[in-house]
């Protein structure tokens, strides 16, 4: 009892506390009631299709076919916040939370929606790459469209667990797993699931995962922190050249921005995992096995410690 109580005060305070991952599956899910009520309203008037056909798949889903991607280009992103089916959006959007919690742990929610979108992106370009190069496609092009945020979930998915790869969760029936073995079986699955049905949507799965992988890489090339965000770094870049230099005393050094709670607690997080993962590594094959660079990192640590 305490812990179904303790279960729905946490998705409470979750949905109240707006951040982008609760804005993200609160616009999935608007959307999604609203097709649904156009599609009763239209039923009422005898013209179900309308709603389906004209007014969400046509103008909202995200065509394969170039001529008509060039007329209505917005669908790049409208699709990936578009669900017709009940089980789809309930499935993307638990995938979404639980990896999406995993994510803020470690990195920022401006790293969130950067990933969201651009894997999203990532995998409705590689769909109408694919339906207009392989013959297979040619047939159905005219009439393919794409929706759903599995590809922006995949690359959410693919980029915490290469930037965490010993980060584990406890699963039903088959116990502890590390995420990261679980986004390689999900880009394995979506890869022999092709022409077993819905190829298009499991091509954009993979563009969202290759996406994840890749960014995955660029955030712990650039000292594992990302801190500032591909947006935020950029605006601040640019804040700069308006912004006044600040006055500083006699003998003062200027000092860099000063930390935001968010960006103390992404270095902190991060800072105690990679701790862990090399005394692990020390557990299994002894202070010799670890490269000079991790040796370096945890002489840091101890200094700062003491």
Known sequence: MNYSRNLSDEIRHFFRGGSVLSILIFINIGVWILAKALTVFFYLYNHPEIALDKLILDYFALPANLSELASRPWTLFTYMFLHLDFWHILFNMMWLF??????????????????????????????????????????????????????????????????????????????????????????????????????????????????????????????????????????????????????????????????????????????QKKIDTILEKISRGGYDSLTKEEKDFLFRSSGKNS
Do not use: C
């Not at 769909?127 to 009439?143: G, H, M």
């Not at 912004?243 to 992404?266: A, C, F, M, W």
């Open 98 to 271: 639980w990896f999406g919690k995993i994510f803020m742990e470690y990195l920022t929610s401006r790293q969130l929606l950067f990933t969201y979108i651009a894997g999203g992106l990532a995998g409705g370009l590689l769909y109408i790459l694919a339906f207009n190069i392989f013959p297979k496609f040619q047939e159905s092009i005219d009439v393919s469209v794409a929706l759903g945020a599995s590809a922006s979930v995949m690359a959410i998915v693919t980029a915490i667990s290469f930037f965490v790869p010993n980060y584990s969760i406890q699963l039903i029936f088959i116990g502890r797993i590390r995420i990261l073995y679980l986004a390689i079986l999900l880009f394995i699955f979506d890869f022999f699931a092709i022409p077993t049905g819905n190829a298009g949507g499991h091509i954009a799965h993979i563009g969202g995962a290759v996406f994840g992988y890749f960014i995955s890489l660029w955030m712990r090339k650039t000292n594992y922190t990302y801190s500032a965000g591909v947006f935020s770094s950029l605006m601040n870049n640019i804040g700069k050249l308006f912004r006044p230099r600040p006055r500083v005393s006699s003998g003062t050094p200027y000092s860099e921005r000063p930390k935001t709670d968010e960006d103390y607690n992404v270095e902190k997080n991060f800072h």
